[in-house]
């Protein structure tokens, strides 16, 4: 059913951004949830946490009571509901809102209360930066596409920890610190990825000639990932570029943010730039 009265008047300040209140209802939001997240970063310096604890508490069920008023307002006033409830915003505004009543029973649970900076993503709405969001889908899209490659590889990799982990356990064994396959794999995985923590090191001649050929396979393959993932966002690139095409020359190649035709001057219009 469309909205009437009250519920288009909130729909209007709250979800909509073309308006005077609704641009500050978005600001002030904005300011609330950085002021939030900065409140739990300060609990848990001992320093502030020690002198302030008490206003800290305080502040922090008031920005709880607001947001959790805005996240019911905003599913009363939707013209969706079940929409909005699942949507990636609706999730994240709840999942804002619940550490602080988990925090009555599980202790620590406030400390979640970070994924609060996840609702910052609307600044991006709210100014409409259309091509940070643009150039963010575009990234989405390259990492979901190479997301088979990447699999693959990450489970070649995981077959080739689990051997040389084995072999570390075999040759090293629990007098130096390689107590089960599982913590020789967990060493496999510091060492090829370049971490190198030191808790556990090999003491064997043969454990270190392992363990220098472990290094070296690492730092051969640690660029793949970032290789497929390069192909993929050219592709994408590419592929963006042919997709757009001027109304008035018909020819395509343009930029994602180009605001003219490059090669005949035509004012692109937001639909064409999309296409």
Known sequence: MPLTGMRKYLNEVIFGTDTPAGKNFDVFLIWAILTSVVLVLLVSVERFGSRYGE???????????????????????SVNRRAYIFSFYGLVDLLAILPSYLALVFTGAH????????????????????HFMRDANLLLRSLWQSRRKIMVFYASMLVLCVIF????????????????????????????TTVGFGDITPQT??????????????YSIIAVPTGIVTA???????????????????RSGHDVDAEYCKHCGYKLEEEQKLR
């Open 165 to 192: 982990g084995a072999i570390m356990y075999l040759v090293e064994g629990p007098r130096h610190g390689f107590s089960s396959i599982p913590k020789s794999i967990y060493w496999t995985i510091v060492t090829i």
């Open 55 to 77: 206003m800290f508490f305080i502040l922090e069920w008031i920005f709880t009571g607001l947001f959790t008023i805005e996240y019911f307002l905003r599913i009363y006033c």
């Open 205 to 218: 001649s043969w454990g270190q000639a392992i363990a220098s050929l472990t290094m070296l396979i690492g």
């Open 111 to 130: 400390t979640l209360l970070v994924i609060r900076l996840l609702r910052v993503l609307r600044i991006f709405r709210i100014l409409k930066l259309i």
């Open 232 to 250: 993929e966002l050219a592709s994408e690139i590419g592929r963006e570029r042919t997709l757009r095409r001027c109304d008035n020359c018909s």
